[in-house]
């Protein structure tokens, strides 16, 4: 190409080139003979094999290839390690709620964990707290409490979770378990060291001693207002004012017998 365009301008302009001497605007039209051997060059070119750039692709494939294994590798590690630690405290909050539900007077009626996200999650920074390399995870529970029922904060102390991470809430209520109705009744009576309450299989209360006659007229006075009994018996609770009078009938009256 280079060589039928020079032939063609040295038969063109011949007598232009001979006398040359320096203006350029006599070999103006020559122009586009010149542009046409110069795109048909640069084409030639584009269109040569390229050895150097080639070569060059390659080591650029690699490099991204090791870039996206080593990337992928951390992505995987990133996402065991999350996964750890949510797994770990999916453990601790179950056996927790687990514990909560078997204390009498405490009824879960809901419960969850909110799981952290990993550290490379969209909104983390919007959380802005990290908790073992995620963000901070929320735990949720809540239910009925018996005012005479474990404290839920205290059992919480004994786990690995922060008090913080955790909400709470109880809505108070009266348990007719046995052992927290007995409890209940003991502290409403609150009776002297000589009394003894028990109660028999079927829930009735057998009030054994001896007790002041003001104890004894307000704890049968209470009895009709006790939650968790069955009935109230009283046959071997004895006033201590008529124990005292006991003695006295015995020497007055031969017959009598002290209960």
Known sequence: MLRSTQEKIHSL???????????TDALSDSRPYLEDCFQAQF????????????????KQAKTRKIA???LAGCLMLALGVFSFFNNKAQHMWDAYVTQVSQ??????????????K?????????EGVFSNGISRR?????GLRDPLATDPVELLKATSIHPEEVQMHWEPYFSLLPELTHQRIVTLLNPPATVSLNFDPQQVLHVVGSAPVEWV??????????YGITAWDD????STDVKTLEPFKVRFNPSYRAP
């Open 13 to 23: 302009f011949n007598r232009a080139l001979q006398t040359f001497e320096g203006d």
């Open 217 to 226: 007229r307000t704890a049968k006075q209470l009895s009709t207002q006790l």
């Open 138 to 142: 929320r735990y949720f529970i809540s």
């Open 68 to 70: 996206a294994s080593a």
């Open 103 to 116: 204390q009498p007077g405490l009824v879960v009626i809901h419960e969850r964990l909110q799981k952290g």
């Open 235 to 238: 046959t071997q609770l004895v």
């Open 43 to 58: 084409k030639e070119k584009q269109n040569r094999p390229n050895k150097s750039k080639r070569t060059l692709s390659k």
């Open 118 to 126: 990993p550290f490379f999650s969209s909104d983390l920074f919007s």
